[in-house]
Protein backbone atom coordinates (compact mmCIF):
# COMPACT_ATOMS: atom_id res chain seq x y z
CA UNK A 1 0.00 0.00 0.00
CA UNK A 2 1.37 2.96 -1.01
CA UNK A 3 0.80 5.74 1.82
CA UNK A 4 1.01 9.63 0.41
CA UNK A 5 3.84 11.72 1.84
CA UNK A 6 5.92 8.97 3.03
CA UNK A 7 8.13 8.75 0.14
CA UNK A 8 11.98 10.07 0.55
CA UNK A 9 12.98 12.39 -2.34
CA UNK A 10 15.62 9.81 -3.19
CA UNK A 11 12.88 6.95 -3.84
CA UNK A 12 12.32 8.61 -7.70
CA UNK A 13 12.99 6.89 -10.94
CA UNK A 14 15.98 8.63 -12.18
CA UNK A 15 17.61 6.47 -9.14
CA UNK A 16 15.81 2.99 -9.99
CA UNK A 17 18.11 0.33 -10.92
CA UNK A 18 14.94 -1.97 -11.27
CA UNK A 19 13.89 -5.41 -9.91
CA UNK A 20 15.98 -7.20 -7.06
CA UNK A 21 16.39 -11.14 -6.71
CA UNK A 22 14.04 -12.47 -3.62
CA UNK A 23 17.21 -12.81 -1.14
CA UNK A 24 17.42 -8.84 -1.75
CA UNK A 25 17.52 -7.36 1.41
CA UNK A 26 15.42 -4.84 2.80
CA UNK A 27 17.45 -2.75 5.36
CA UNK A 28 16.15 0.65 6.85
CA UNK A 29 12.27 -0.05 6.05
CA UNK A 30 10.43 1.66 9.16
CA UNK A 31 6.67 0.11 9.62
CA UNK A 32 4.67 2.70 11.67
CA UNK A 33 1.44 2.02 13.02
CA UNK A 34 -1.21 4.46 13.78
CA UNK A 35 -2.79 3.63 17.44
CA UNK A 36 -6.86 3.02 17.33
CA UNK A 37 -8.53 6.34 18.07
CA UNK A 38 -9.64 5.67 21.47
CA UNK A 39 -6.57 4.22 22.31
CA UNK A 40 -4.90 7.42 21.00
CA UNK A 41 -7.70 9.52 23.21
CA UNK A 42 -6.75 7.64 26.08
CA UNK A 43 -2.99 8.19 25.62
CA UNK A 44 -3.32 12.06 25.18
CA UNK A 45 -5.41 11.97 28.28
CA UNK A 46 -3.04 10.48 30.61
CA UNK A 47 -0.06 13.16 29.02
CA UNK A 48 -2.51 16.26 30.18
CA UNK A 49 -2.63 14.47 33.66
CA UNK A 50 1.03 13.75 33.99
CA UNK A 51 0.88 18.05 33.62
CA UNK A 52 -2.01 18.39 35.81
CA UNK A 53 -1.30 19.31 39.57
CA UNK A 54 -4.33 18.06 40.44
CA UNK A 55 -4.65 14.97 39.10
CA UNK A 56 -3.06 11.79 40.89
CA UNK A 57 -1.21 10.82 37.81
CA UNK A 58 0.75 14.23 38.09
CA UNK A 59 4.31 13.07 37.06
CA UNK A 60 3.63 9.43 37.42
CA UNK A 61 6.08 8.90 34.29
CA UNK A 62 5.80 5.66 32.73
CA UNK A 63 8.34 3.27 31.43
CA UNK A 64 8.99 2.12 27.93
CA UNK A 65 7.47 -1.21 29.20
CA UNK A 66 4.34 0.25 30.78
CA UNK A 67 3.60 2.62 27.69
CA UNK A 68 3.63 -0.55 25.49
CA UNK A 69 1.67 -2.43 27.15
CA UNK A 70 -1.10 0.48 28.18
CA UNK A 71 -0.71 2.49 24.81
CA UNK A 72 0.96 0.36 22.14
CA UNK A 73 0.33 -1.86 19.51
CA UNK A 74 -1.75 -5.22 20.37
CA UNK A 75 -0.31 -8.45 20.37
CA UNK A 76 -3.81 -9.23 18.48
CA UNK A 77 -2.76 -6.25 15.83
CA UNK A 78 0.99 -7.46 15.27
CA UNK A 79 0.15 -11.01 14.66
CA UNK A 80 -2.28 -9.71 11.57
CA UNK A 81 0.15 -7.43 10.53
CA UNK A 82 3.11 -10.50 11.04
CA UNK A 83 0.56 -12.69 9.16
CA UNK A 84 0.00 -9.99 6.12
CA UNK A 85 3.59 -9.56 5.78
CA UNK A 86 4.19 -13.21 5.90
CA UNK A 87 1.38 -13.99 3.09
CA UNK A 88 3.47 -11.75 0.90
CA UNK A 89 6.45 -13.56 1.06
CA UNK A 90 8.16 -11.70 4.16
CA UNK A 91 10.19 -13.62 6.84
CA UNK A 92 10.92 -12.90 10.12
CA UNK A 93 14.86 -12.97 9.12
CA UNK A 94 13.80 -10.12 7.42
CA UNK A 95 13.25 -7.90 10.12
CA UNK A 96 16.30 -8.42 11.56
Known amino acids: MRLTGNVRPEACPAHDRGRVTDSFPMRHVHLLLRRPA????????????????NSPNFHHWLTSERLAADFGVSQQDLTTVAAWLGSRGWRRHDFA
Open 38 to 53: ARERSLQSYVTQLHDR
